[in-house]
Nanobody
Protein backbone atom coordinates (compact mmCIF):
# COMPACT_ATOMS: atom_id res chain seq x y z
CA UNK A 1 0.00 0.00 0.00
CA UNK A 2 1.31 3.41 -0.93
CA UNK A 3 -0.26 6.82 -0.42
CA UNK A 4 1.48 9.83 -1.95
CA UNK A 5 0.23 13.36 -1.29
CA UNK A 6 0.86 16.43 -3.39
CA UNK A 7 -0.35 19.99 -3.70
CA UNK A 8 0.70 21.67 -0.47
CA UNK A 9 2.38 25.05 -0.31
CA UNK A 10 2.24 28.60 0.95
CA UNK A 11 -0.98 30.56 0.45
CA UNK A 12 -2.35 33.85 1.75
CA UNK A 13 -5.37 33.93 4.06
CA UNK A 14 -8.54 33.61 2.03
CA UNK A 15 -6.77 31.66 -0.69
CA UNK A 16 -7.28 28.13 -1.99
CA UNK A 17 -5.26 24.97 -2.39
CA UNK A 18 -6.07 21.53 -3.72
CA UNK A 19 -4.37 18.49 -2.21
CA UNK A 20 -4.25 15.16 -3.99
CA UNK A 21 -3.39 11.66 -2.81
CA UNK A 22 -2.39 8.95 -5.27
CA UNK A 23 -3.09 5.46 -3.93
CA UNK A 24 -1.67 2.13 -5.03
CA UNK A 25 -1.24 -1.42 -3.82
CA UNK A 26 -4.85 -2.12 -2.92
CA UNK A 27 -8.34 -2.08 -4.39
CA UNK A 28 -8.92 1.62 -3.96
CA UNK A 29 -12.62 1.57 -4.76
CA UNK A 30 -13.30 -0.79 -1.85
CA UNK A 31 -12.11 1.51 0.94
CA UNK A 32 -13.09 4.75 2.55
CA UNK A 33 -10.35 7.36 2.69
CA UNK A 34 -9.57 10.30 4.93
CA UNK A 35 -7.50 13.44 5.26
CA UNK A 36 -5.91 14.32 8.60
CA UNK A 37 -3.75 17.23 9.64
CA UNK A 38 -1.24 17.95 12.36
CA UNK A 39 -0.18 21.41 13.42
CA UNK A 40 3.02 22.01 15.42
CA UNK A 41 2.53 21.00 19.05
CA UNK A 42 -0.94 19.60 18.41
CA UNK A 43 -2.37 16.13 17.98
CA UNK A 44 -3.24 14.84 14.55
CA UNK A 45 -6.90 15.49 13.78
CA UNK A 46 -9.40 14.21 11.26
CA UNK A 47 -10.26 16.80 8.61
CA UNK A 48 -12.54 14.92 6.24
CA UNK A 49 -13.45 11.43 5.16
CA UNK A 50 -15.24 9.87 2.24
CA UNK A 51 -16.83 6.47 1.73
CA UNK A 52 -15.61 3.98 -0.85
CA UNK A 53 -18.14 5.07 -3.45
CA UNK A 54 -17.88 8.75 -2.62
CA UNK A 55 -21.53 8.79 -1.70
CA UNK A 56 -21.01 10.08 1.81
CA UNK A 57 -18.60 12.55 3.33
CA UNK A 58 -17.89 13.93 6.80
CA UNK A 59 -15.98 17.00 7.90
CA UNK A 60 -14.50 18.48 11.03
CA UNK A 61 -16.57 21.40 12.24
CA UNK A 62 -13.61 23.70 11.74
CA UNK A 63 -13.55 23.12 7.97
CA UNK A 64 -17.23 22.61 7.11
CA UNK A 65 -18.31 24.82 4.25
CA UNK A 66 -14.70 25.57 3.25
CA UNK A 67 -13.17 22.16 2.41
CA UNK A 68 -14.45 19.50 0.04
CA UNK A 69 -13.21 15.93 -0.13
CA UNK A 70 -13.69 13.95 -3.33
CA UNK A 71 -12.35 10.84 -5.02
CA UNK A 72 -11.85 9.41 -8.47
CA UNK A 73 -11.97 5.63 -8.31
CA UNK A 74 -10.89 5.34 -11.95
CA UNK A 75 -7.67 7.18 -11.16
CA UNK A 76 -7.15 5.91 -7.60
CA UNK A 77 -7.00 9.40 -6.19
CA UNK A 78 -8.60 11.26 -3.31
CA UNK A 79 -8.50 15.05 -3.18
CA UNK A 80 -9.12 17.83 -0.71
CA UNK A 81 -10.20 21.21 -2.09
CA UNK A 82 -9.49 23.87 0.51
CA UNK A 83 -11.05 27.31 0.12
CA UNK A 84 -11.14 30.40 2.33
CA UNK A 85 -8.00 29.23 4.06
CA UNK A 86 -7.15 30.61 7.48
CA UNK A 87 -3.84 30.79 9.35
CA UNK A 88 -5.16 28.12 11.72
CA UNK A 89 -5.34 25.71 8.79
CA UNK A 90 -1.54 25.66 8.74
CA UNK A 91 -0.44 22.07 9.27
CA UNK A 92 0.99 18.99 7.65
CA UNK A 93 -1.83 17.23 5.84
CA UNK A 94 -1.89 13.44 5.60
CA UNK A 95 -3.82 11.06 3.43
CA UNK A 96 -5.06 8.02 5.37
CA UNK A 97 -6.63 4.67 4.66
CA UNK A 98 -7.59 1.80 6.97
CA UNK A 99 -6.69 -1.03 4.61
CA UNK A 100 -6.96 -4.70 5.49
CA UNK A 101 -6.98 -3.93 9.24
CA UNK A 102 -3.98 -1.61 9.18
CA UNK A 103 -3.62 2.15 9.25
CA UNK A 104 -1.71 3.52 6.27
CA UNK A 105 -0.48 7.11 6.01
CA UNK A 106 1.11 9.16 3.31
CA UNK A 107 4.29 11.11 3.94
CA UNK A 108 2.37 14.35 4.46
CA UNK A 109 2.32 17.66 2.63
CA UNK A 110 2.86 21.03 4.30
CA UNK A 111 0.18 23.70 4.03
CA UNK A 112 1.11 27.14 5.31
CA UNK A 113 -1.43 29.96 5.40
CA UNK A 114 0.27 33.27 5.98
CA UNK A 115 0.44 36.80 4.64
Amino acid sequence: VQLVESGGGLVQPGGSLRLSCAASGFTFSSYGMSWYRQAPGKVRELVARITSTGGSTNYADSVKGRFTISRDNAKNTVSLQMNSLKPEDTAVYYCHGYIRDYDYWGQGTQVTVSS
